[in-house]
């Protein structure tokens, strides 16, 4: 079996990136882990037409990622405010890791915009590839892909 | 200043996710990693139209993540290949914390298609938040973002 005999949508990289669809997921979630929370704030920032937020931001609450929560404002309508769950916290990774790689071919000439650190120590946080044994991958030529019981063949 | 005082263009993670457009791009690099090399192979196991791939790969190739590459053939006439660059390859993490995300959160009951290991101890690789001290940052509440020289600030 080689690589092509599996089926592209069951992989797990597929079935994520069918949620993260385009960058405007991505730079959502971004501004939710940096703490924006109001669809007005969220608009604002990002310069995103609102139906277009709205369809993105219903997409990651359908999926999960997301909660919307109702939050009373004295004297005015009730409002409502968007925070990650769980497992929209579990995409820090990814975020990190496009960071990392952003900083480093896309910085302008002024250098990155800014660095995560750890705040315990102040060192710059970045994604690492480590195994369960605690060996840093430093490349491709360490690693190799197995098939588990998930795969899936592809129907011909 | 609060983040939202800042670009959000000028953010890393926006300039990257410009280039990992939608979904395609993602799968795109996903099969680059694994070795497909052909527009023809590519085309078959991702399932994509042509002139989708055609303007995917002219993005990746134009953004220095992918070179296309002559391939003489015997008796035919002239092909390509796609290839990572450098810059592509670097790509790896951002591939492996979505993969982690897919398998934690959107496996079936049969669990992750696949495992990716380190080919010299054989353990599960997975993408880790670690400070340049050493220390693995195991939630947001760990991290600050602190803005560099290449910050900007919104323009009204």
């Known amino acids: 079996m080689t690589w092509t005999d599996y089926d592209s949508g069951s992989c797990s990289i597929a079935r994520t990136a069918g949620i993260l669809a385009d960058r405007w997921s991505v730079l959502i979630v971004r501004d939710l882990f940096n703490g924006v929370r109001r669809f007005d704030a969220l608009q604002d920032h990002l310069g995103i ?46 975020l990190v890791a496009i960071l990392d790689w952003g900083d480093v071919h896309r910085s302008g000439r002024d250098g990155p915009p800014a660095s995560l650190r750890h705040r315990d120590c102040g060192e710059a946080v970045h994604a690492h590839l480590v195994c369960d044994a605690g060996h840093e991958i430093d490349d491709g030529a360490g690693t190799r892909l197995v098939p588990l019981g998930g795969a899936r063949l592809r129907t011909p």
């Open 49 to 94: 037409a609102r139906d277009v937020l709205t369809r993105r931001l219903n997409l990651l609450v359908a999926e999960g990622l997301v909660d919307r929560r109702p939050v009373a404002v004295e004297g005015r309508r009730s409002r409502h405010e968007y925070v990650l769950t769980g497992a929209g916290h579990d995409l820090r990774p990814v």
